[in-house]
């Protein structure tokens, strides 16, 4: 079933599956990279966007790429058993190492969104981006490592071995690089004002606006609700004219 899947009668079912996963990753990415216009201080990550970008577009690359291509009898005996680009990039070995550095540069788009507006108050705010970039060092290499040899070994020790061995250093960095950020960005220091998720300044600031006329109309004992407790005590006129006040400030 594989076969036919990645290389076979099947081939573009699978290439369009590809596809779509490709475009979930990039959306993800697209969002969490654009969001960095919004927030005060996102633009001393912009350097490592690009970088970003290269990852989880040569993922994308590697993960579209089939064993094999739907070929006649007289092409198939033409180019024997696998493509002689295609075959490279169409096994397991390489899927599994492409989709894993995509996953990780997704990751860390996302912990450059929630950090790029905070800047660390600890004392080892320095060891801790040392620590960060050998965590993405070594998980990154390691990664490709395996991938590379994962080419060497049988299917068996690729399947059972190199890849659950890939996908724990993938789990690890992810562990490791959540619980670094959440110590070291512990009461961290914002930088301008603070930005609600989900909701750009714009929308910030007219949530701070209702918030503000809410306290007012509280503090003149009067409520949006018409049946409310409050309402029915103070009558109909002063409500008018509470109102009214509310409406000319």
């Known amino acids: 079933m594989g076969i036919q899947l990645m290389g076979g009668f099947f081939a573009w079912l699978w290439v369009m599956q590809a596809m779509l996963i490709g475009a979930i990753l990039f959306f993800i990415n697209y969002y969490l990279w654009i969001s ?17 970008f290269i ?4 993922g994308f690359v590697v993960w579209v790429t089939p064993h094999d291509i739907a070929l006649s ?5 033409r180019i024997g058993s696998y493509h002689p680009v295609l075959g490279k990039l169409g096994v397991m070995a390489a899927k599994n190492t ?42 990154t290499g390691g990664v490709l490592f395996l991938g590379v040899l994962g080419y060497t070994v049988s299917a068996a020790v690729r399947v059972r071995v ?27 220091r914002i930088i301008g ?11 910030q600031m007219r949530t701070n606006e ?4 809410k306290k007012r109309r509280h503090a003149r004992g009067i409520s949006r609700a018409p049946f409310s407790k409050r309402n029915f ?12 006040m509310e409406g000319a400030r």
């Open 98 to 139: 492409a989709v894993i550095l995509s996953y990780l540069a997704t990751f860390l788009s996302f912990s450059i969104f929630r950090m790029s507006n905070k800047e660390p108050v600890v004392s080892w705010a320095g060891a801790g981006r040392v620590i960060r970039g050998l965590i993405i060092t070594v998980s």
């Open 73 to 77: 009898l007289s092409e198939a005996r």
């Open 193 to 203: 004002e603070k930005i609600v998720f989900g909701k750009g300044r714009k929308g």
């Open 162 to 188: 190199l890849s659950p061995i890939q996908f724990s250093l993938f789990f690890a960095a992810i562990l490791a690089l959540f619980l670094l950020d959440f110590f070291m960005y512990r009461g961290a």
């Open 210 to 213: 209702m918030k503000n006329g």
């Open 233 to 244: 005590e103070m009558g109909p006129v002063q409500i008018r004219r509470g109102i009214e």
């Open 55 to 58: 990852v989880v577009l040569l």
């Open 36 to 52: 960095l216009h919004k927030l005060p201080g996102g633009e001393r990550y912009f350097g490592y966007v690009k970088y970003l």
